[in-house]
């Protein structure tokens, strides 16, 4: 079978799925953007022992997207990504093509390739862009925010009624879909296990940065405004006084620059600035903390997961975690033990979970974690799953 994966964000377990299906004999072309930033990305270039049916793609405009510019992502960014991924589908030829993380317009744009070359497409839904968009344009531009919202609301529940077979990352995004003819498949989001496997507390990147012999509090990943980095100079400022403890943030952007002035500003020696790391470098950087930090904004999807709360689960080490309570990375982490979870608006209970979670025993926490990640991410019957969703959707597999 030929299948053709896009995963415009370039995440850790979809190249992984990837992998996993060329190892199996498939032919895949795996697609991603190359021109986003703030986006921890995962290994997308061939690797030593990867199966020779095994392609990656990147999707270069030739500049970094901005993401802020609504308008310009919508009616250049999206249409020329577009053109350049159809490009490399009808180069390819597949039997299916699953798109995940794609902005509508180029969702839009291959499931008509598909359509006009009798290949299947696949919805892997990880977050409802048209609900979101709805939610986050209500408002703006004098009201026209509320028509453009629904606007792409109704142009996502038009691609998802037009698909051969759709995959759901939560058993509760059934009742945000229209009603489908197509099959429907639940398979939860996961990240790569054996990509993350468990390293020394002390480690060669941890030495490296001078945090062998502190106690560590890691946030890595997307940082925006929206995030409230304020919950991060918190952290810092309460611990500013104990000089064995470290705030250390690695990322990119905007909400980095906010953290560079606030660092300057209040003198915030504890608080450790760095850039995204090299991928391979990941379970040294996670196994570097005693604490790893992840927030979601209060806006955030109630099904979003993000991919850094699922890597933290199988470095084994406890979470904390700022997300509206009722998000379904939320109920992952305190349902299981993995770490303390509070409202991404509340400074003072952010900086009380902190002192709490480094004051007693961490260990019970990163042991429920890594169980939950052996658990739940198994590659042999995820990758079965997405076979059967293929058979359903009329592929021969």
């Known amino acids: 079978m030929r299948i053709v994966i896009h995963d415009y964000a370039g995440h850790p377990f979809q190249v992984q799925l990837s992998r996993y299906l060329a190892g199996l004999g498939h032919d895949v072309l795996h697609i991603y953007s190359s021109s986003i930033s703030g986006t921890p990305q995962g290994a997308l270039t061939r690797q030593p022992g990867d199966p020779a049916g095994f392609e990656a793609h990147g999707i270069s405009l030739g500049y970094t997207i901005d993401k802020t510019k609504f308008f310009q992502v919508y009616f250049q960014d999206d249409v020329k990504h577009a053109a350049l991924a159809v490009e490399q589908v009808e180069r390819f030829q597949p039997d299916v093509v699953m798109a995940a993380n794609t902005p509508l317009r180029i969702n839009a744009a291959l499931q008509e390739h598909c359509r006009r070359h009798n290949a299947k497409f696949v919805f892997w839904v990880q977050d409802l862009f048209g609900e979101a968009a709805k939610?986050?344009?209500a408002g703006k531009w004098g009201g026209m925010g509320s028509f453009a919202g629904a606007y792409m609301q109704a142009f996502e529940h038009r691609l998802l009624k037009k698909s051969d077979a759709i995959v759901l990352i939560a058993e509760a995004f059934r009742?945000?879909?229209?009603?489908?003819?197509?099959?429907?498949?639940?398979?939860?989001?996961?990240?790569?296990?054996?990509e993350m496997p468990l390293r020394d507390r002390v480690n060669p990147w941890g030495a490296k940065h001078g945090l062998a012999e502190t106690r560590n509090f890691i946030?890595?990943?997307?940082?925006?405004?929206?995030h409230n980095p304020d919950l991060l100079v918190g952290v810092a400022k309460a611990f500013q006084e104990v000089s064995d403890v470290r705030m250390v943030v690695i990322s990119q952007g905007k909400g980095?620059?906010?953290?560079?002035?606030?660092?300057?500003e209040m003198g915030l020696g504890n608080l450790v600035l760095l850039p995204f790391q090299d991928f391979a470098d990941l379970p040294d950087v996670m196994a570097t903390a005693d604490v790893l930090v992840a927030i979601l904004e209060p806006d955030a999807g109630v099904f979003s997961v993000p991919s850094k709360v699922l890597s933290y689960l199988c470095a084994g080490r406890g979470i904390l975690l700022a997300v509206p309570p009722e998000n379904l990375a939320a109920r992952i982490v305190a349902e299981n033990g993995a770490g303390m979870v509070v409202p991404p608006t509340d400074v003072p209970a952010f900086v009380a979970a902190a002192r709490e979670?480094?004051?007693?025993?961490?260990s019970g926490y990163g042991s429920a974690a890594r169980a939950y990640a052996e658990r739940t991410f198994d590659i042999d019957a995820i990758a079965a799953r997405f076979l059967d969703v293929f058979?359903?959707?009329g592929v021969r597999v």
Do not use: F, Q
Not at 180 to 185: G, K, L, Q
Not at 219 to 226: E, F
Not at 357 to 362: F, N, R, T, V
């Open 391 to 393: 058979s359903r959707a």
């Open 256 to 264: 980095m620059e906010y953290l560079t002035a606030a660092k300057a």
């Open 135 to 137: 939610r986050i344009l």
């Open 219 to 226: 946030y890595s990943g997307t940082l925006g405004m929206k």
């Open 357 to 362: 979670m480094l004051a007693g025993d961490l």
């Open 175 to 194: 009742g945000h879909i229209p009603k489908v003819s197509c099959p429907v498949e639940v398979i939860e989001n996961w990240a790569p296990l054996e």
